[in-house]
C-alpha cells in the first residue's frame, strides 16, 4: 500500500536553530498538508500546498515557518527559529484530491521535533 | 471557529461488546466526515469516512451521520483490546478539522 514518508523520526534541536522536516507524499497525490500535535493535544492544521503554492494556512502557520516542494518528490517544512513551543508531533499528509472526498488522507508516520 | 467536539473519555468497554464514539461539529455546510485511530506516539490511521446521513458498514465499524443534528458516530462492534485506542473525528473542510479525539479501552 502506497505511504507517506517522514524523515526524521526524530529531531532534537537547539532553541533558534533552524530545522527542515521532510516528506515524500504518495505519487500520484496533489495535495500536501502539515499537522502538528502537541504532546496530549489535538492534530492542529498548519498549511495546505497545492500545484507549487500555498492554498490555506492557519494562525500556527507564521512568518518562521515555510514550505517547500524542491523537487517532483519531496515536500518539506523549515522553522527558522525553533521556539520551546515548536516541540510537538510534526505530520505531513497527501491527498489525491483537494477535498479528501472519496480518498481521504493518507498520513506520514510523523517527526517528533523537541527543542531544547 | 469551526469547531469538533468529542468526549474525551477515557471509554472503557470489556472485550467483546459495541463501543460507542460520538462527536459533534459547529459547521452546518460540513460535507464529509472522517474517523481515524491514533495509537499512542503513531500517527492518524483512516477508518473510515462518511459523507451521507445514515450508516456505512465496514466489517466491525459503522459509521453514522446525522447533518440535521449535526452528529457524527463511530460503533466498534466486537471490541478487542488492540482496539485500545484514541479515536479522532474529523470534519472536512479542504483540511481536516480533528476533535480532541476519546480515549478507548477494551479490557479483556
Known amino acids: 500500500e502506497p505511504e507517506v514518508t517522514q524523515t526524521p523520526s526524530h529531531q532534537v534541536t537547539q532553541m533558534g536553530q533552524e530545522v527542515i522536516l521532510r516528506c515524500v507524499p504518495i505519487?500520484?497525490?496533489?495535495?500536501f498538508y502539515w499537522y502538528r500535535q502537541i504532546l496530549g493535544q489535538k492534530v492542529e492544521f498548519l498549511v495546505s500546498f497545492y500545484n507549487n503554492e500555498i492554498s490555506e494556512k492557519s494562525e500556527i502557520f507564521d512568518d518562521q515557518f515555510s514550505v517547500e516542494r524542491p523537487d517532483g518528490s519531496n515536500f518539506t517544512l523549515k522553522i527558522r527559529s525553533t521556539k520551546l513551543e515548536d516541540s510537538a508531533m510534526y505530520f505531513c499528509?497527501?491527498?489525491?484530491?483537494?477535498?479528501?472526498?472519496?480518498?481521504?488522507?493518507?498520513f506520514g508516520s510523523g517527526t517528533r521535533l523537541t527543542v531544547v | 471557529q469551526k469547531e469538533v467536539e468529542q468526549n474525551s473519555g477515557p471509554l472503557s468497554v470489556p472485550e467483546g461488546a459495541i463501543a460507542s464514539l460520538n462527536c459533534t461539529y459547529s459547521?452546518?455546510?460540513?460535507?464529509?466526515f472522517f474517523w481515524y485511530r491514533q495509537y499512542s506516539g503513531k500517527s492518524p490511521e483512516l477508518i473510515m469516512s462518511?459523507?451521507?446521513?445514515g450508516d456505512k458498514e465496514d466489517g466491525r465499524f459503522t459509521a453514522q451521520l446525522n447533518k440535521a443534528s449535526q452528529y457524527v458516530s463511530l460503533l466498534i462492534r466486537d471490541s478487542q483490546p488492540s482496539d485500545s485506542a484514541t479515536y479522532l473525528c474529523a470534519v472536512n473542510e479542504d483540511k481536516l478539522i480533528f476533535g480532541a479525539g476519546t480515549r478507548l479501552a477494551v479490557h479483556p
Open positions: 499528509a497527501s491527498s489525491v484530491a483537494g477535498s479528501g472526498i472519496n480518498y481521504g488522507y493518507t
Open positions: 459547521d452546518r455546510v460540513s460535507q464529509s
Open positions: 505519487s500520484n497525490h496533489l495535495y
Open positions: 462518511i459523507y451521507s446521513n
